[in-house]
Each structure stands twice: as C-alpha cells, then as structure tokens.
C-alpha cells in the first residue's frame, strides 16, 4: 500500500525542511507544489506564466491549474511507493480532487502533521530565508546558516531571497493562509488523520516530534 503523508501548515512553519528530511529517510518522493511552480516559471512553461502573477501577489494560483500539475507529478513511477506532500492541498476542493486521485491509484492520506508556530516566528523566518537556485534547499541566515553565505551547502548553487519572501508579501501569504487553508485543519480532524506537531521547536526536534507521530 502506497503511503501518502500531507504536511499542513502556515508559510514558513518549516514544511520544506521537513519534507526533505522525511523523503531522505523514508525513501518516499517529496512533492513540493511551490517548487513545481517556481520550476515551471524557471523554464518558462506555459504553466509557469499563468502561475506568476499569482505568486507574485502572494496569491493562491487557481485551483484546477494546481490540481493537474499536482495529477501529473503524483502519475510519475517515483511516488508508486507514495509522497509527502508539501503544500497541497491548500484549498477543500484540493483535497477533494487529492482524495479522488489518491482512490485512482489504490491509495489514501496515511496521516497529516499540522504544524504550527506562531505568526510572529513565521515573519521571522521567511524573511531570513534562503533559497538555492538549482534545487530549492533552504537556509536561514540565523537558524540554519549556510557554511559559506549565499552558496548552496548542498550543490554549491547560488542561494537568493524569494520575491514573495518581501515583508508586504509575506503578510498577504498569512492571511491568505487564514482565510482559505486553514479549514482544511477540521477537514482532516473529522478523518481522524491530524497530528499536531509543535513548529516552534529547533528543526531536530521538529523532526523528532514528526517521526513519533508518523509511527
Ligand atoms: P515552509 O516550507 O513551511 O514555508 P521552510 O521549510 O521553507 O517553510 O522554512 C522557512 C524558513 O525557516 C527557512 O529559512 C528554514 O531554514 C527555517 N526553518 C525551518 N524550520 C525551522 C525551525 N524548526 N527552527 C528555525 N528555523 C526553521
Ligand atoms: P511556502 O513555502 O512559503 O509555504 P510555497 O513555496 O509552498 O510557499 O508556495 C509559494 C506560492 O506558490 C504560494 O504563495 C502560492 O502562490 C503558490 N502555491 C503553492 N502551492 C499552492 C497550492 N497548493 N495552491 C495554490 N497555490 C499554491
């Protein structure tokens, strides 16, 4: 049975750093729907440049572009064991069409850690994010600190700021958060799947805390 797991959660709670070291030691695909986007935007995709604007704006891109870069990704032979997912759903009508496609390929969500921090630490965070061009690992410059500033630890890429890492962006990106993902908590409550794990904790302990409650 393949294994699903959502990572819930607002902009900069640590849902990325979380997916990578989870797919690193469970073998599983990390399916991040930013780095799709962002990669789509990088190679110019007709995809992309309907993306953008929203992005841009700190804005949720429309929900049936998502669901069917989300369809394709999920159809590649890498998630036949199954994927954690990063930032989808992100709507009800996300997690519906997840639920259809999931039942398309004989599977399920196994579990969704919701997690959480304050709005404060999340200001703080994304605004001391970095980002490495080739790949998407992150970096904080005070909680995560690269060995050498600007270069990517991992693949020596170049590491930059997100343009809707910008202070006025970022406060679209929360409230949007409230407004239409945050439902999804009760959503996933009612299936018995949610699993509350504290974010404001140093990430090995995020970490730790994830592992016990995907046991
Ligand atoms: P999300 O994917 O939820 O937006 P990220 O994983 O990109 O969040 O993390 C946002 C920023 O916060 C990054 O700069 C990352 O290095 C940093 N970060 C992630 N988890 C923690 C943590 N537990 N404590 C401190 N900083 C963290
Ligand atoms: P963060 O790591 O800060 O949570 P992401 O990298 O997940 O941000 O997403 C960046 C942007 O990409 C979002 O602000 C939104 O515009 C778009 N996006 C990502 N995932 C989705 C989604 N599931 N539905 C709609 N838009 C999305």
Redesign the pocket.
């Known amino acids: 049975m393949s294994t699903y797991i959502v990572l819930l959660g607002p902009?900069?709670v640590g849902?990325?750093t979380q997916a990578k070291i989870l797919a690193e030691r469970t073998g599983l695909a990390h399916i991040?729907?930013?780095?799709l986007?962002r990669e789509n935007i990088k190679n110019q995709t007709e995809l992309g440049l309907r993306?953008q604007t929203?992005?841009n704006k700190?804005?949720?891109?429309p929900d049936d572009i998502?669901i069917g870069m989300i369809r394709e990704r999920l159809s590649l032979p890498d998630c036949a064991a199954g994927a954690i997912l990063?930032?989808?759903?992100?709507?009800p009508p996300?997690a519906d069409a997840l639920q259809a496609l999931l039942a398309e390929f004989g599977g399920h969500v196994h579990r969704v850690p919701f997690i959480t921090a304050s709005e404060e630490v999340l200001v703080e965070r994304?605004s001391g994010r970095w980002t490495c061009r080739a790949q998407g690992h992150v970096f904080h410059e005070k909680f995560n600190p690269p060995k050498q500033p600007g270069v990517c630890d991992l693949d020596g890429s170049e590491l930059y700021q997100r343009e809707?890492d910008k202070a006025e962006t970022v406060q679209r990106?929360i409230r949007v958060y409230f407004e239409q993902t945050a439902s999804l908590v009760s959503y996933y409550k009612e299936q018995g799947l949610l699993v509350e794990i504290d974010g404001a904790q140093p990430i090995e302990q995020v970490t730790e805390q994830l592992f016990a409650a995907l046991k």
């Open positions: 902009p900069g849902k990325g991040s729907s930013g780095d986007f993306a929203f992005i700190g804005e949720l891109v998502t990063d930032g989808f759903p992100r709507t996300q994304l809707d990106r």
